[in-house]
């Protein structure tokens, strides 16, 4: 399998929207240490919102990640909603007109979602956020182009940063302003794209 489409990214929405559901508990109480405690519906909404809007969507990749972003922002209207909409509405750009995309501009689509979020956010790295999340998957995905090969180093890359990050304080967001308690904590927006993963690679 050299390409994705537009079925793959449907069955793959399926799999997240689950996946958060199954860990909303989890995040909010994640959440709930440093912010709102509300993180976790956040996810779970946005992705069973696109989830159950899926079938209707079109199959042409980028209008599809779009509708995706829509659907997403549309029950998710928090800052990380807004962050996730973003990532998506980048990766729409960049598959415009297409009806499948090659597994090996995955890492290009994270850079891509990185770079669009960091500007919506004006975020920038090192700052403990879901941004060092998705810079390091971007990093260490690089040159690879299968789904076993990228998921493998996506899911190493993915407990590397949270290991590197956790004795570190926030710097962004809302958890910035418990920057001293956030120290030994895991940053609940890298927690969030954890989730994901796992969710994609089960």
């Not at 899911?155 to 809302?174: H, I, M, S, V, Y």
């Amino acid at each position: 399998m050299t390409d994705f489409n537009a079925s793959d990214i449907k069955g793959a929405v399926a799999h997240l929207a689950d996946g958060a559901e199954a860990a909303a508990d989890f995040l909010n109480t994640a959440d709930g240490r440093l912010g709102d405690g509300d993180l976790g519906i956040t996810v779970s909404k946005g992705w069973r919102e696109a989830a159950d809007r899926a079938d209707a969507m079109p199959d042409d990749v980028g209008l599809l990640f779009l509708a995706l972003a829509k659907a997403f922002q549309a029950a998710s209207s928090s800052s990380f909603g807004t962050l996730t909409a973003t990532a998506l509405m980048s990766a729409a750009k960049a598959c415009k007109g297409r009806q499948t995309v090659p597994w090996s501009e995955v890492p290009a689509l994270l850079a891509g979602a990185r770079d669009a979020m960091m500007a919506r956010g004006k975020g920038e790295l090192g700052m403990k956020s879901v941004l060092d999340i998705i810079d390091a998957l971007a990093v260490a995905t690089a040159g690879l182009d299968t789904p076993a090969a990228l998921a493998g180093a996506a899911k190493q890359a993915c407990e590397q940063t949270l290991e590197t990050f956790r004795d570190k304080p926030n710097g962004l967001g809302r958890a910035r302003v418990y920057a001293d308690k956030s120290i030994g904590i895991d940053d609940p927006g890298m927690l969030a794209v954890k989730v994901m993963l796992t969710a994609l690679t089960a």
